[in-house]
């Protein structure tokens, strides 16, 4: 097992002397131990190349946890060639050891054919082996092997089974496919409040196809109230992560596809005035921002416009085509509804006018009390450190599936081996910067300076 380091740089220094000293001796745990720093670059710079000898010795000695790490390493390409026969010979070293990572990793290697033929069959058994151990990873791999039928027959029910298994523990693509098969009501009844929520979990780890799922049913209210204003910034999130079809989705709610204004056809200028008035409320939902409002208004005019103009363009076309009878019964016809047209036209703006004055004082309270709730927002809660209750500043990923404070699950992890958040024995005390949840943070905190302005 890999530790985290203790009492700092200095400490982390003499940590890795002393690894390095029992390794010398042929401790297998302790070249564990010194090739994890020297992976991660803890007490002293990195060493890839050393870490992958270290391992090697360890590996010879029957190491299940030095012949999974290793494997990965030689899987990867990392401190040498890459060589994907001799990474499957140690992973199935490894799982025969009953070792879960290397069980989930090699049925990786067999599933995908990678450093020998594919065996699906076997594949599938490995990760019942770890998933039996409560390897969340497994567990979602093996749902999904259940639910497409691969290596065996397929098992809807098992793999919904699997993934409530794999969720439980906090993993987020787990979350996400187990939201989507309750809200499809795929392997057993629907739910979609159940959906709705684990969709929020996986969001809440920044999964970003969780997120976008996410902003899809805030908006169309299912599983609970209708959201717009949640629906946009969970589909903002996700196009920061490079979704394409939640840019398109986000497209269609603005009214706008291909980056072409899509406004229903009507020659009817009240028809104009909504479609505007639909665009700035649109853009002031999302962010407020004066000019994007401007700019929705100018696209839906201009919209607007060019179908009146297509739709005119048409029409004459028609008349020249017909008879000089039955253009002039046309031409009458258009004068009838042309003047309908002003007739209506001229209602709707008297009563614009008697409305402007009520409007525009609404629009300034809403905007005002808009502003002020901004300004002392609340930090969303996955911002929130589950030990110190504060904003994060270094977010980092447990083995647990659950993110903390860097110094917070460092302090907790010296004189604790189980998860502060579900107090399950925690096999792997390896921690992973989540820069993607510290640039959301970084994101929210300019926005709270920005509103406060």
Same mark, same amino acid.
């Given at each position: ?20 000293l ?11 131990c010194?090739?994890?720093m020297?992976?991660? %670059? ?21 190491? $299940? ?7 990965g390493?030689?899987?990867s390409?990392? *401190? *040498? ?6 990474? #499957? ?5 490894? =799982?025969?050891?009953?070792? +879960? /990572?290397?069980?989930?990793d090699a049925?990786?290697?067999? /599933? ?9 069959v076997? =594949?599938?058994r ?25 290596? %065996?027959? @397929? ?10 298994? $794999? ?15 309750? /809200? ?8 979609a ?6 969709f ?8 970003a ?14 599983? *609970?109230p @209708? ?10 999130? =996700?196009?920061?992560? &490079?979704?394409d ?5 986000? $497209? ?18 009240? #028809? +104009?005035?909504?479609?505007?008035? &639909? ?16 700019? +929705?208004a ?18 004459? !076309?028609?008349? #020249? !085509?017909? %008879?000089?009878?039955?253009?002039? @019964? !046309? ?10 047209? @002003? ?9 614009? #006018?008697?409305?402007? %004055?009520?409007e525009?004082?609404?629009?300034? =309270?809403?905007?005002?009390?808009? !502003? ?26 447990a083995?647990?599936g659950?993110?903390?404070?860097r ?7 010296v ?39």
């Amino acid at each position: 097992m890999l530790h985290s380091g203790h009492g700092g740089p200095k400490g982390e220094e003499e940590e890795r002397r002393l690894y390095g000293l029992a390794a010398a001796q042929g401790n297998a745990q302790a070249a564990n131990c010194l090739a994890g720093m020297l992976v991660q %670059g803890r007490g002293g710079p990195p060493d890839e190349v050393e870490a992958r000898r270290l391992l090697g010795l360890a590996a010879a000695q029957g190491d $299940a946890d030095a012949q999974s790490i290793l494997g990965g390493l030689l899987y990867s390409g990392r *401190g *040498g060639p890459k060589d994907e026969v001799e990474a #499957r010979r140690l992973l199935c070293l490894a =799982a025969a050891q009953g070792h +879960a /990572d290397a069980m989930c990793d090699a049925a990786l290697m067999l /599933d995908e054919g990678c450093g020998g033929p594919k065996d699906e069959v076997d =594949a599938r058994r490995l990760l019942g082996l770890a998933a039996a151990q409560g390897h969340a990873d497994a567990q979602c791999r093996l749902a999904d092997m259940f639910y497409e039928g691969r290596g %065996g027959p @397929k098992d809807a029910m098992e793999a919904r089974r699997l993934l409530g298994l $794999a969720a439980a523990q906090g993993h987020a693509d787990a979350q996400c496919s187990l939201a989507g098969m309750l /809200d499809d009501g795929r392997g057993g009844p629907k739910d979609a409040v159940e959906a709705r929520r684990l969709f929020g979990l996986a969001a809440a780890q920044g999964h970003a196809q969780a997120q976008f799922a996410l902003g899809v049913v805030l908006y169309e209210g299912r599983g *609970g109230p @209708k959201n717009e204003v949640a629906a946009r910034l969970q589909l903002g999130l =996700a196009i920061l992560q &490079g979704v394409d079809y939640a840019q398109s989705y986000m $497209a269609r709610l603005n009214n706008v596809a291909d980056g072409r204004p899509s406004l229903e056809a009507e020659a009817q200028q009240p #028809r +104009a005035t909504t479609a505007r008035k &639909g665009a700035s409320e649109d853009a002031t939902a999302q962010v407020e921002d004066a000019a994007s409002l401007a700019a +929705a208004a100018a696209r839906a005019d201009a919209a607007m416009a060019a179908l009146l103009a297509e739709e005119e363009s048409k029409a004459e !076309k028609a008349r #020249r !085509k017909k %008879g000089k009878a039955k253009a002039e @019964k !046309k031409a009458r016809a258009a004068a009838r509804a042309e003047a309908e047209a @002003k007739a209506a036209h001229a209602e709707a703006e008297e009563h614009a #006018r008697n409305q402007a %004055g009520q409007e525009a004082t609404a629009s300034a =309270a809403k905007a005002h009390a808009a !502003k002020e709730a901004a300004s002392v927002e609340e930090p969303p809660d996955h911002f929130i450190c589950p030990i110190t209750h504060s904003l994060m500043i270094d977010p980092v990923s447990a083995a647990d599936g659950h993110m903390y404070e860097r110094r917070a699950i460092v302090d907790w992890l010296v004189g604790h081996s189980t998860s502060p958040m579900t107090g399950a024995e925690l096999k792997v005390t390896t921690l992973f910067p989540n820069h993607t949840v510290r640039g959301f943070i970084r994101t929210w905190q300019e926005a709270q300076r920005s509103r406060g302005q």
